[in-house]
């Protein structure tokens, strides 16, 4: 009971807390309760024009890569939270989901083979986040996406790293205007220290759909919003903010992928208006459900960059999630060791 006790106090819950409700305030009057809830949407809304503007930037000639996915649910996070873990590592915060978009870059130019280029890839972005000891799982995202969407150009990485120092820059203003101090921060990051291990019900959920794409040629059936969600699913199986309540997974998915077709379809010749329509509509989902999952974020924005996307975009991300809903339920931290020679922080 002390150990899983003292495992909860140093568990960081970035992804798992940040975009739906506030860390809980210093005091407990109404009053400190609405500021720490301002804050909060304050930062939800500069994300929101954030990326609205690297949207309008990314329909430049050759500035496309401008618009990942995954830059919506960091910069939600990070503004929204501006002493939390992830907002005071600012180098990791550039570093790590670039080198991933690197590594799955380039393994996408030199395995042929689509399925493992894709394992290869998680694989290599799974190894760095332990050696690195970070707890940024969208960088999952970054080295997935060069695969799903056959991205063989090396501007990638460049825009993505672009991207993330323009967010940085734009979190050192808000810690500065909010007053958010470097202790506080480092307090933070020093959190969750305690390594999950090695999570074998996600490589069996990873293998599943694996094979599912290469049974069916569905390819929308593994997207890199759901390989997030499953990593932490499983990388924290006793805190899963859905656990208990498994039919909200498919049916989140399913809206937040719904709203981001619609958006595409209506608005895609304006970028900018589109991700902030999309953005807004799915952290109102999120409120609505009370359910907190940034990864649905990403979700809403992926349709803006697969060619030619249509309603199997929406089948193929609801049923993968409902295949991780219902056919991993009952999975928690007993049907694995945690292995010693693969470790990173909990996320």
Known sequence: MGARAGHARRRDPELA?????????????????????????RGRMLAVGY?????????????????????????????????????ASPWQLIGV???????????????????????????????????????LVPALSAAALPVILG???????????????????LLA??????????????????EGAAPPGWQRPWWIYLLLMVGLVQLTG????????????????????????????????????????????????LLKPHIAVAMAVSL????????????????LLAAGLLPLLIPNVDGHYVLGITASAAVLAFGFPHVRARWWRRGPWLRSPSP
């Open 173 to 190: 203003v808000v810690r500065r205007w909010q007053g958010a101090s470097a202790e506080a921060g480092a307090q933070v990051a020093a």
């Open 17 to 41: 807390v940040a975009a739906s409700t506030p860390l809980p305030p210093s005091s407990t009057s109404p009053q400190a309760t609405a500021a720490e809830s301002a804050q909060v949407w």
């Open 280 to 295: 807004g509509l799915n952290l109102l989902l999120m409120q609505r459900l009370r359910l907190a999952l940034p990864p």
């Open 51 to 87: 990326c609205s503007l690297l949207g309008g930037l990314s329909t430049l000639p050759g500035w496309g890569f401008l618009l990942f996915p995954e830059l919506g649910p960091l910069a939600v996070i990070v503004l929204s939270r501006p002493n939390s873990r992830w907002a």
């Open 97 to 135: 989901p670039t080198a991933a978009a690197v590594c799955g870059l380039w393994i996408h130019n030199h395995v042929p083979i689509e399925s493992l280029a894709l394992l290869l890839a998680v694989l290599a972005t799974r190894l760095l986040l332990s050696l690195l000891r970070s707890s």
């Open 151 to 169: 991205i063989h150009s090396w501007a990638y990485p460049g825009q993505i790293a672009l991207g993330l120092i323009g967010l940085t820059a």
């Open 218 to 265: 569905w390819r929308m059936l593994l997207l890199p919003p759901l390989i997030v969600i499953s990593h932490e699913r499983f990388a924290e199986p006793d805190h899963c903010p859905w656990l208990g309540r498994a039919w909200q997974l498919p049916l989140a998915c399913g809206i937040a992928a719904g709203v981001g077709l619609l958006v595409t379809e």
